[in-house]
Structures are given as C-alpha cells and as structure tokens.
C-alpha cells in the first residue's frame, strides 16, 4: 500500500487562506488507485490558523537568500503580522504525522509560503516568486521525505 501526504487543498478541502480549494485533477486521480492511500493535511490549519486567513508569505530574495535578518525565513501576514511560529507548528504536526503514517511521499501545493516546493512566493506581496521551499515542504525533506509540487505529477 502507498501512502501520500497530500495538501487538503489539492483534493478539494476549501481549506486555502482564501477559504477555497485549489482541486488538483492528478491528485484525485491517486485517489483512484485502489494500492494508494491519500493522507490530506493543511500545515496552516494545523499550526492554528483560521480559515479564511490574511495571505502570507515567506520572506525571500529572488536569489533565495531570506529578507528578514533577524529572522530568516520568517513568515509574514499581508497585515504585517509575524505567522511563522504558526507555520512552524503546522509544519511539525505535519511531519510527525508522515512520519506515524511511514509516507511514500508527500505531494503538496506549489508556491505555498508552507508547501511550495524549489519556487515560492517572496514575500514582497507583489506576486513575484523566488527559490526556496516552504516552512513544511522544508521539514519534510529535512526528514528525509520526498516530496513533489502538484505541478510536478
């Protein structure tokens, strides 16, 4: 049996910042797979984060290095507010529950400031993007997890 981590957004869950889903037709399609079982999480729901919610982002330079100095890869709200202790608590739920299920892999959503996965947001707000991973996708691989974006299925 095959067991993916899978952002409750991709499978419909209207679970994003914005109160919708972001329904990923491959992901569903793992669904199908009777061998495949999909273990749905949102990191930003889990670290105890409303729904809906300000938008955030990780603070990032194009180049990936982080913005903040004082706190690298911190996460901001839209607002200003400092969410990264949130995130960060999302994340290890997160991971801990991949590590209790023994994940394949997980397969979250691209761009997100908590799954995005090589490219993320920079958090200037703007809608520029740059390298770097986001707070779960970063936990997960540091704990030896594969990982994939839905835009790399």
């Given at each position: 049996m095959k067991k993916i981590l899978v952002?409750?957004?991709?499978l419909g869950y209207e679970c994003r910042y914005d109160a919708k889903s972001k329904t990923c037709p491959k992901v569903l399609a793992l669904a199908e797979d009777k061998d495949?079982?999909?273990i749905p999480v949102c990191p930003e729901q889990?670290?105890?984060l409303p729904t809906?919610?300000?938008?955030?982002e990780r603070q990032r330079t194009k180049d990936g290095e982080t913005r903040s100095i004082t706190r690298p890869g911190a996460v901001l709200a839209k607002d200003g507010k400092d969410v990264t202790a949130n995130y960060r608590?999302?994340?290890?739920i997160a991971?801990?529950?991949?590590?209790l299920n023994d994940i394949d892999m997980a397969v979250l959503k691209a761009g997100s400031p908590s799954c995005g996965k090589d490219i993320i947001y920079d958090g200037s707000f703007t809608?520029?993007?740059a390298k770097g991973d986001g707070?779960?996708?970063?936990?997960?691989?540091q704990a030896g997890f594969k990982v994939l974006s839905d835009e790399e299925l």
């Open positions: 952002s409750a957004c991709l495949t079982v999909l889990l670290g105890g809906p919610r300000v938008p955030s608590k999302g994340a290890e991971t801990e529950i991949a590590r809608g520029a993007k707070v779960t996708t970063e936990m997960l691989k």
